[in-house]
């Protein structure tokens, strides 16, 4: 059975980082499938941040992101990382890990995630 497990959110200040982690457990990343970060604000749609297929790499991210954020995967612990830096307050929302197990060129479209964590909660707030 796949889960996916997200931790590592929290509250920062604006220009501050965050270090977000997803274990996956009951697959291996050496499938070689799609492995996307997503958010959701508090009344708006849920949206691809960033994703990363486990054993090609060529990591795609949005265009509000790119250069503050990088995706990571580390295959021997079948884990996915999102590293956030220069936060700020519009980078708040419930983060999402999940899982495309079809494509090998991952995109940010929510409709092709087929399995989700449960999310983590990231706050920019001064």
């Known amino acids: 059975q796949v889960q996916l497990v997200a931790s590592g959110g929290g509250s920062v200040q604006p220009g501050g980082s965050l270090r977000l982690s997803c274990a996956a457990t009951?697959?291996?990343?050496?499938?070689?499938?799609?492995m996307g970060w997503f958010r959701q604000a508090p009344g708006k749609e849920r949206w691809g941040v960033a994703a990363?297929?486990?054993?090609?790499?060529?990591?795609y991210y949005a265009d509000s992101v790119k250069g503050r954020f990088t995706i990571s995967r580390d295959n021997a612990k079948n884990t996915l990382t999102l590293q956030m830096d220069s936060l700020k307050p519009e980078d708040t929302a419930m983060y999402y890990c999940?899982?495309?197990?079809?494509?090998?060129?991952?995109?940010?479209?929510?409709?092709?995630?087929?399995?989700w964590g449960q999310g983590t909660q990231v706050t920019v707030s001064s």
């Open positions: 999940a899982r495309d197990p079809v494509r090998s060129e991952c995109s940010l479209s929510v409709n092709l995630y087929t399995s």
């Open positions: 009951g697959y291996s990343f050496s499938r070689g499938d799609c």
């Open positions: 990363i297929n486990t054993v090609i790499g060529s990591p």
